[in-house]
Nanobody, 124 residues
Framework: QVQLVESGGGLVQAGDSLRLSCVASGRTFSTYAMGWFRQAPGKEREFVAG????????LYADSAKGRFTISRDNAKNTVYLQMNSLKPEDTAVYYC?????????????????WGQGTQVTVSS
């Protein structure tokens, strides 16, 4: 069982940056692939970025490439999403996710564990 708690969301202007954090409970954080998803009003939840257990490989949605960076610190049980050059269309609730399978995370988009979400609002 993994519990995930996100933080770092807020209201920013277009072009600004934000860093989201997600702290996981338990002593097995390093055995999970981690990811970020988002859901905008009236839209389905979508994959944003994923990172393998050791952090050496990441995968991004096209909308995130070149602007967002996912990273993790296994010693702190924390995964991050650095978001730069934010656009109004990035406005959404951002969810942290965990799964033992990187494939399940980044291809199937159906991880086992979810956080409660943090709101990111980008004004124009």
């Amino acid at each position: 069982q993994v519990q995930l708690v996100e933080s770092g969301g807020g209201l920013v202007q277009a072009g600004d940056s934000l860093r989201l954090s997600c702290v996981a409970s338990g002593r097995t954080f390093s055995t999970y692939a981690m990811g970020w998803f988002r859901q905008a009003p009236g839209k389905e939840r979508e994959f944003v970025a994923g990172i393998i257990r050791g952090g050496g490989s990441q995968l991004y949605a096209d909308s995130a490439k070149g602007r967002f960076t996912i990273s993790r610190d296994n010693a702190k049980n924390t995964v991050y999403l650095q978001m730069n050059s934010l656009k109004p269309e990035d406005t959404a609730v951002y969810y942290c996710a965990a799964d033992a399978s990187f494939h399940q995370m980044v291809e199937v988009h159906n991880p086992d564990y979810w956080g409660q979400g943090t709101q990111v609002t980008v004004s124009s």
